[in-house]
């Protein structure tokens, strides 16, 4: 049974710097992208960030390039986020989740992704 468990959200002030964990178990993941997603109030989950966990390659969405990393310890199973200089329109709930993919593929759209976290809060005070 795969499971995606996030943590490491929080409150911070504009500025500032979180880090996001999402801790990967139940399969081998080497066949799968990861990615980051987020929720705002009464909107659809958007992408935010996405890494093939075989190749390593990375994509981002525009708001958040620069500011945000995506990465992966294939040791711990671990996918994690590194958001800084966030800013208040950074807050909302974050999602981790999981896609089986062909070899170096990326995927930026929700529903290509077959399995997900339960998500965490991240807030940015101003």
């Known amino acids: 049974q795969v499971q995606l468990v996030e943590s490491g959200g929080g409150l911070v002030q504009a500025g500032g710097s979180l880090r996001l964990s999402c801790a990967a178990s139940g399969r081998t993941f080497s066949n799968y992208a990861m990615g980051w997603f987020r929720q705002f109030p009464g909107k659809e989950r958007e992408f935010v960030a996405a890494?093939?966990?075989?190749?390593?390659?990375?994509d981002y969405a525009d708001s958040v390039k620069g500011r945000f990393t995506i990465s992966r310890d294939n040791a711990q199973n671990t996918v994690t986020l590194q958001m800084n200089d966030l800013k208040p329109e950074d807050t909302a709930i974050y999602y981790c989740?999981?896609?089986?993919?062909?070899?170096?593929?990326?995927?930026?759209?929700?529903?290509?992704?077959?399995?997900w976290g339960q998500g965490t809060q991240v807030t940015v005070s101003s």
């Open positions: 890494i093939n966990w075989n190749s390593g390659s990375t």
């Open positions: 989740a999981a896609a089986y993919v062909r070899i170096g593929e990326l995927i930026r759209g929700r529903r290509g992704y077959d399995y």
